[in-house]
T-cell receptor, first 112, second 112 residues
Framework: GENVEQHPSTLSVQEGDSAVIKCTYSDSASNYFPWYKQELGKRPQLIIDIRSNVGEKKDQRIAVTLNKTAKHFSLHITETQPEDSAVYFCAASYNQGGKLIFGQGTELSVKP | DTAVSQTPKYLVTQMGNDKSIKCEQNLGHDTMYWYKQDSKKFLKIMFSYNNKELIINETVPNRFSPKSPDKAHLNLHINSLELGDSAVYFC???????????FGDGTRLSIL
């Protein structure tokens, strides 16, 4: 069935370091891969997304890479700041009403 | 103006009661979703409606009944509430079932 595995579940880094979160998906028909950031008590907010016809996408300090063959995609945050601390979710979707299958989440803590 | 708004924000009630959560979006989208986020932060799709028609029902107990009076509204009615229904429920919307999805602020449901 549809499944998205996300690792690690928790990640602690020093301010200024890089953070990497990895996800794998099971359905090879998946063609859209968003990343959401969720701060405590808030809604998930889209921070970056990538579609299956692209291998990499970058937006300032955030980048996402996609390996379709391995069914693997990753979020890279450079020069981390304390305000990056949150829970990050990866997800996968394909054209079946657009439902998102989420990973389990990664709690990122950036220490000043 | 909030793009996807949910009411109420908090809902505390007793086991066995019936309650409703309302969702409205002003983005002009035609597809709306309900997600459940449990105590472990796991986000899971429940339902999706496109132009008032149900297109996704992820084996949710039939105590949960979504209703879409028009494409800008998707309400969730829950009968005979159980302890396991305690969670945060997020509404989301998108255009034509495509991505990205925009999330509401969530409704925190607590069952006593």
């Amino acid at each position: 069935g549809e499944n998205v595995e996300q690792h690690p579940s928790t990640l602690s880094v020093q301010e200024g370091d890089s953070a990497v979160i990895k996800c794998t998906y099971s359905d090879s028909a998946s063609n859209y891969f968003p990343w959401y950031k969720q701060e405590l008590g808030k809604r998930p907010q889209l921070i970056i997304d990538i579609r299956s016809n692209v291998g990499e996408k970058k937006d300032q300090r955030i980048a996402v890479t996609l390996n379709k063959t391995a069914k693997h995609f990753s979020l890279h945050i450079t020069e981390t700041q304390p305000e990056d601390s949150a829970v990050y979710f990866c997800a996968a979707s394909y054209n079946q009403g657009g439902k998102l299958i989420f990973g389990q989440g990664t709690e990122l803590s950036v220490k000043p | 103006d909030t793009a996807v708004s949910q009411t109420p924000k908090y809902l505390v009630t007793q086991m066995g009661n019936d309650k409703s959560i309302k969702c409205e979006q002003n983005l002009g989208h035609d597809t709306m979703y309900w997600y459940k986020q449990d105590s472990k932060k796991f986000l899971k799709i429940m339902f999706s409606y496109n132009n008032k028609e149900l297109i996704i029902n992820e084996t949710v107990p039939n105590r949960f009944s979504p209703k879409s009076p028009d494409k800008a509204h998707l309400n969730l009615h829950i009968n005979s509430l159980e302890l396991g229904d305690s969670a945060v429920y997020f509404c989301a919307s998108s255009h034509r079932g495509q991505q990205p999805q925009h999330f509401g602020d969530g409704t925190r449901l607590s069952i006593l």
